[in-house]
């Protein structure tokens, strides 16, 4: 079993910045892949980034360029720092951790707005 809390999230003007966080509890945390997704209103969840056990990192097409994950092996968290944000982004934000087909894990979510 793997707990995830975030924080971070918040409201910001077109063209600002925000970093999220994800802390996690657990056991063989370093084995998970770290993800982030966001939903917005009336849309399904979708992938944002993500970084293996490997340190391998992607990003989707809508934010590749603009936001930037990464981790802390040692905490035990994953973070997503999001610049020159756009009303686009608007969303609630979750991470997820993930290994294998069987086990995956959510957080809470944190609600991102984006409007001047």
């Known amino acids: 079993q793997v707990r995830l809390v975030e924080s971070g999230g918040g409201l910001v003007q077109p063209g600002g910045s925000l970093k999220l966080a994800c802390a996690a509890a657990g056991s063989r945390l370093s084995a998970y892949t770290r993800a982030w997704y966001r939903q917005a209103p009336g849309s399904q969840r979708e992938w944002v980034a993500s970084?293996?056990?490997?340190?391998?990192?992607n990003y989707a097409d809508p934010v590749k360029g603009r936001f930037t994950i990464s981790r802390d092996n040692a905490k035990n968290t994953v973070s997503l720092q999001m610049d020159s944000l756009k009303s686009d982004d608007t969303a609630v934000y979750y991470c997820?951790?993930?290994?294998?087909?069987?086990?995956?894990?959510w957080g809470q979510g944190t609600q991102v707005t984006v409007s001047s």
């Open positions: 997820n951790w993930s290994f294998g087909p069987v086990y995956s894990y």
């Open positions: 970084i293996t056990k490997a340190g391998n990192i």
